[in-house]
């Protein structure tokens, strides 16, 4: 066993010793209840501290993957995953009872389309007549098919879009393994993937999305198994991938067949620029995510899930032991929704009210000399002076806005707050006042990282 370890670690650092047990675990080459080498033993033969193994050990037992019992030694163990402070949990204002609460992340409840037509229309419908019947109302399917932007293998719903993600990588990521993220991004999904003890890699972006040179360089550098990217209305800046950068990142994924393609669609129909998706150079490896709370209501909790069958049938597989399915009245209420002409309608305007709010803010920001980006969706990421001396400027005008650090896998350059622009009726002028004069708070007190990378606006 001894050389067997030694023989899979190829970095000497205690993550890296950590890594390489726990994939020796998941392959099963190290077998649950088999009894470890001692600290000083590996640290012998690998030519690091007992220290250095130390920590790794104790890595590997916070995870769950390995027991340590005292003097009897460590054992090989059924991974359980601890719960740790989630960056999500950072972005709540914390202000108790503020004015205006910009900090959110969710869509106007007065722009959301009415469910009390599909409510009266599908009455007590009697949906569910056995706990093994398929995951999704094949009607529903149906038009989930129809608006996909590739045809997936196999589909599913779920209970929105973490959800998704949750499931996903518990699928496709194991401890230890390299997974690439864009930088910045979506906080829940760096938890996600903190909890399941991959290491993230954060690809720096430009407005069109992540870099194809920068993706490039980490695909050769980390040989991860997985990308996460949001293909449009990227939270937290806004932009959306073009057609060509779908082309130049699937050129860049296409020698690395091992690597899984997770797309988070979170906006859905509210996002301006079509969808677009990987999937439709790549579809037998790449899983799209296509949410539905921005767009038809935080509280149906549902997305859908569709891509390489392998994936798919893992997850509503395993889901058989724990929910099931996704509520098949909500799938009805959807499914109405995704039919309804009025229903479209009011997402229409949804969608045009939208983009005006955030054309109105960008274009006074702009007036005070202020940078952000808010190209698409909900959201305005917008550059600062010091993020705290932000946040507290606002706090003094009963403003609430998010944290920009809980979305950096690694230093932008740059402090940053978001605000859910689209929660933002009128005072447009007003509120730039506001935040342009906390955007300067602090000036010539920032820390600075290092530089934006190539192209970020």
Partial sequence: MLGLIADAVDDRSARGIAAAVSRLV???ELPTGARLPTVRDVARTLGVSPTTVSEAWRSLARAGAIQTRGRSGSFVAVPVLPRKRLRYARLAS?????????STGVP???LLPSLAGSLARIGDARLTTSYLEAAVLPPLETVLRQRWPYPPERLTVVDGALDAMDRVIAAVVRFGDHVLVEN???PPVLDLLDAAGATVVGVPMDEHGMLPDALGAALTAYDPVAVFLQPRAHNPTGVGLSARRVAELAAELAAYPQVTIVEDDHAGAIAAAPPVSLGT??????VHIAGFSKSHGPDLRLAALGGPAEVVTAVADRRLLGPGWSSRLLQAVLLDLLTSPEAAAQIEAARDTYARRREAMLRELAARGVSAT???GINLWMTVEDEQAAMLSLAAHGIAVAPGAPFGVTPLGA????????????????????FAAAAHA???GAVRGRPHPRGWR
């Fill in 108 to 110: 106007d409840y007065d």
């Fill in 184 to 186: 910045p991004t979506f």
């Fill in 281 to 286: 150079r790549l579809p037998d490896r790449t």
């Fill in 442 to 444: 602090g000036s010539g």
């Fill in 415 to 434: 402090h940053h707050v978001r605000i859910t622009v689209g929660l933002i009726h009128d005072d447009h002028a007003e509120l730039a006042d506001i």
């Fill in 26 to 28: 998941s392959a099963g």
């Fill in 94 to 102: 914390g202000l108790g009872n503020v004015a205006r609460d910009f």
């Fill in 374 to 376: 808010a190209a698409d």
